[in-house]
């Protein structure tokens, strides 16, 4: 029985030497030390030894089992070792190696446009005001002194959900749910960025979708100069400190009076060109002072407050300031459009 235990554990230990993966060291483990291993079998026979050969046989049985465990755990050890060393080695980094640039994209420029104007306005004591897209006609139409039956309810230019729910065709909603919301209180100073809808036609000028930039200030004292000096400094400070601003009488249900604002063409510097038709002037937007009839709707007393508001559109004047000659080019997601801006 010992010289059997002898040759088990030389078999093993020599087996031992020969295995190279995980697999094969398991397969050892269950042969000598499972419960229907050799060892195993050994144990089970001693019910023939005298009485005098047991303690010694099963001292040897545990010596050889503790000598193949160690054995084992050691092989296992080594095993899991030259498994980590080839990982490593297949994913070895050669840190001198140059890195691999990524392309980093640029900001939009509508989205330009509109921070700078922000920019313009928050330095004039405005604050930014936002509402909803998805507007109530009472906000989009009737407060802004539009009656039911105004031309610009016509359902070929808006986008109606319902009778009285539509996407908003301009951002004055915000201006009406701010007076609003300030229940008579001033001043009131704000711009309104954000997108609008109308049913139009997409060509290089027109959109059924574009950005606008309103603005609106009510306080006492409020007079048409004020307009005209707000209006001259942000084309100053969009277009440059020698810009000059023309203002037209025009007409808008909100206000009253109107006025389109015209800058000197930057392309031509007033003398006349292609794009200002020979004229000098490029219209950016329209304003005027805030109708009495959209003050009362809006919690104010005309009698003791005035109010001027203002609105552009901001791919106007991002196609003006950067030479932009088609508005679809803002939506067409052109990588090669958007790229010149990385420069701006």
Not at 201 to 228: N, P
Request: charged content about 25%; some cysteine.
């Amino acid at each position: 029985m010992q010289s059997r235990l002898q040759e088990l554990k030389q078999a093993a230990m020599s087996r031992l030497g020969e295995i190279s993966d995980t697999q094969q060291l398991q397969e050892l483990r269950v042969k000598y030390l499972g419960k229907k291993g050799e060892l195993t079998e050994i144990l089970r026979g001693m019910g023939s030894l005298s009485a005098e050969e047991r303690p010694v046989v099963g001292q040897l049985v545990n010596e050889v089992r503790g000598e193949l465990e160690a054995a084992i755990a050691a092989k296992q050890t080594a095993l899991n070792q030259a498994a980590v060393e080839a990982k490593l080695a297949a994913e070895s980094l050669d840190v001198t190696l140059p890195g691999r640039p990524l392309p980093s994209g640029t900001m939009h420029p509508l989205s330009r446009i509109i921070e700078q104007a922000e920019d313009i306005f928050i330095g004039l004591g405005f604050e930014v005001a936002e509402g909803p897209e998805v507007e109530l006609d009472h906000f989009n139409f009737e407060m802004l002194n539009l009656p039911k039956d105004h031309p610009a309810r016509d359902m070929q230019d808006s986008f109606y959900i319902t009778e009285e729910i539509l996407l908003r065709t301009q951002t004055s909603p915000v201006q009406a749910r701010t007076m609003l919301r300030k229940e008579g209180k001033t001043p009131v100073k704000i711009i309104c960025p954000g997108k609008v809808y109308r049913r139009d036609d997409d060509d290089a000028t027109h959109s059924h979708q574009f950005t606008q930039i309103e603005g609106l200030v009510v306080d006492r004292g409020i007079r048409m100069s004020d307009l005209k000096g707000t209006l001259l400094t942000f084309a100053r400070q969009m277009f440059g400190e020698d810009q000059q601003i023309r203002l037209r009488p025009s007409f808008f249900p909100f206000t009253e009076p109107s006025v389109e604002v015209d800058i000197q063409c930057i392309f031509c510097g007033g003398d006349g060109c292609r794009t200002c038709k020979q004229t000098g002037w490029i219209e950016i937007l329209g304003a005027g002072m805030v109708h009495p009839r959209v003050l009362e709707m809006g919690g104010y007393d005309p009698r003791e407050v005035s109010g001027f508001a203002f609105g552009m559109g901001v791919e106007r004047i991002a196609m003006l300031k950067y030479g932009i000659e088609d508005i679809r080019h803002f939506y067409t997601n052109d990588v090669r459009f958007l790229r010149q801006f990385n420069r701006v």
